[in-house]
């Protein structure tokens, strides 16, 4: 029952996505362009941030940065379904509150599956090096924090029910762990108080941990890390999302 | 089909500075609907007619009193309350980009009926609600009344013996009222379902309920048919326009010999509540032609809810819709 309520919900959001192709080639291009654009800027770079492949440094980062931002926005069209009166009229059917959450999420996570491997299949014609199971693990946890980021996007939607309370709340959310998290640039060249900050940042071992699983290392401290706190966001961001899903109010 | 005792909501809200108080937003209201009927909630907004109505429907937990809907409690039978009723709210049902025939397939689904199911009911539906040729359209590109009709099918696509419509026609044009009564009354002809209405809209009510329920400020301040509540009123509204305004005062003072309430002077207007203005009327109008007072014209109405209102609550419906 709860799987097929969940199919049922992902089903419609998905046939809604791919009714309107200007956001899935958005999705798509975004990725494309920083490869395209930025990529080439890191390749000389990479030998002094310490890496062997500019690409095995940078699409790690791209990844997260991903997941991040595009769940983080998720929320959005959920505002509007809510002022169409959809998740009202989801909320009075006998269907799972969680299922209802769950069939958007799913959306999302697949939206970010395809960028992922897209990105990381382009990201060979330009040069990326490393093992492709690293990359398969590389791309789980990002999915898994993708799905986090939509989960809490949908429940601070769900909450506000405001694109102008939202827009803000969300950017400023979102600049600070895009620059403390080591997408674009490795924190280990800033200074030691930038460091320092970013040590408070889950993202940033997230974006460590795919780094090194990208070239093969498996097993260090770096990944296990990288792990915990993905899966500790992902438990964090179902739980408030399920939680706001239930509110009688929302 | 609906047994509410005492059923109460309280939110918790923000006085002046930073005192906390609680917002009675429904004040403990008892409600009886049998099966078959038609009833409306009327009320001003902010009397607490949705309140209740997400109450009924489990959208919302009350912090006191009980209520059975459909044989099941609110409470603690969630789940078998929104399986057999249908909640068509103010707000839409369906997306605006979606395709209408998906949106109600999925919405049947989600009540856990099959497919095919789903779609024959649907089918139906469109076809009672005059939506055919629909099935494909995008609501974003369907009149407004379209909408407000695939709404109800929405809302009735698991066939239940029991809808609650939120205020079905505010915003509507009066053509599209009016066709929208007509599948709302066939709503209980057709297909034997108790209906139960949100309004502020008076003619609505009277048009198409069997019995009203009037709230105010949280609290039901009458229940009965909406001829028996217009009864309630002392007197039809009889209104005179004169020709000439300062002989106003004259004829007030005629009037009032045969009114019983609300006597007033508008300018050239003099109006007051008659009992039995039909028999009243000759013998007033004979004793202003005496005075030789002109009249422009006399208007006798009869009560309408929004005179019961005004009388239960000392206030026009009007001013707050």
């Not at chain 2, 003619?203 to 009037?214: G, H, N, P, S, T």
Request: aromatic share 8%; net charge negative.
């Amino acid at each position: 029952m709860f799987w097929r309520e969940t199919f049922i919900v992902f089903r419609r959001q998905l046939r809604m996505a791919l009714r309107n192709p200007a956001w899935v080639i958005i999705g798509l291009v975004q990725p494309i362009l920083y490869l395209c654009l930025f990529g080439p800027l890191l390749e000389p770079l990479a030998g002094t941030l310490g890496a062997e492949n500019a690409y095995t440094l940078f699409v790690p980062g791209l990844l997260v940065q991903l997941g991040l931002f595009g769940a983080l926005f998720a929320g959005f069209g959920l505002i509007a379904e809510w002022r169409a009166g959809v998740i009202e009229a989801e909320r009075v059917t006998p269907a799972s509150r969680t299922a209802l959450l769950l069939g958007r999420i799913l959306r999302d996570v697949l939206q970010l599956f395809v960028q992922g491997i897209v990105l990381i299949g382009l990201a060979f014609l330009f040069g990326l090096t490393g093992s492709i199971i690293g990359m398969v693990f590389g791309l789980i946890l990002t999915v898994l924090l993708g799905a986090a980021c939509a989960a809490a996007s949908n429940a601070l939607a769900l909450t506000t029910k405001s694109e102008d309370v939202m827009a803000p709340v969300i950017n400023s959310i979102a600049l600070p762990v895009l620059l403390l998290s080591g997408i674009l640039l490795p924190m280990t060249i800033g200074p030691q108080w930038l460091q320092v900050v970013s040590d408070f940042m889950p993202t940033k071992y997230i974006v460590n941990a795919i780094r090194e699983l990208f070239t093969g290392d498996f097993f260090t401290i770096t990944t296990m890390w990288g792990v915990i706190w993905t899966l500790v966001l992902f438990a964090a961001g179902l739980y408030v999302g399920t939680r706001t899903f239930r509110k009688e109010n929302a | 089909m609906i047994h509410a005792r005492g059923l109460a909501r309280t939110f918790a809200g923000r006085g002046k500075g930073a005192d906390k108080v609680e917002v009675k937003a429904v004040a403990g209201v008892d409600i009886d609907v049998e099966a078959g009927e038609i009833v409306g909630f009327l009320g001003p907004n902010g009397a607490g007619k949705t309140t209740t109505l997400r109450m009924l429907t489990t959208l919302l937990k009350p912090t006191a009193g009980s209520a059975t809907v459909a044989g099941f409690d609110v409470a603690t039978q969630s789940q078998q309350v929104r399986r057999s009723i249908g909640y068509v709210s103010q707000s839409g049902s369906t997306s605006p980009e979606a395709r209408a025939g998906e949106e109600i397939m999925d919405h049947g689904m989600l009540y856990g009926i099959s497919k095919q199911q789903a779609e024959a009911r649907g089918r139906e539906l469109f076809e009672q609600l005059d939506l055919e040729g629909l099935w494909t359209r995008e609501p974003r590109a369907m009149s407004g009344g379209q909408r407000r009709r695939l709404d109800i099918a929405m809302g009735l696509v698991h066939d239940p013996t029991l809808v609650f419509l939120d205020e079905p026609t505010t915003g509507l044009d009066p053509q599209a009222r009016a066709n929208l009564w007509t599948h709302i009354s066939e709503l209980r002809t057709k297909r034997e379902t108790t209906v139960f209405l949100t309004t502020h809209y008076l003619d609505e009510a009277d048009a198409l309920c069997d019995r009203v329920l009037v709230i105010d400020h949280g609290v039901i301040v009458a229940s009965d048919t909406p001829d028996a509540l217009k009864r309630q009123v002392s007197g039809d509204l009889v209104e005179l326009v004169l020709a000439d305004a300062s002989r106003s005062a004259e004829t007030a003072a005629l009037l009032e010999r045969v009114a019983d309430s609300d006597l007033g002077i508008d300018g050239a207007t003099v109006s007051a509540r008659v009992r039995g203005a039909g028999h009243e009327v000759a013998g007033l109008i004979r004793s202003l032609d005496a005075a030789g007072i002109a009249l422009e014209s006399i208007e006798v109405r009869r009560p309408t809810l929004d005179d019961v209102f005004l009388t239960l609550t000392g206030r026009s419906l009007r001013e707050d819709a």
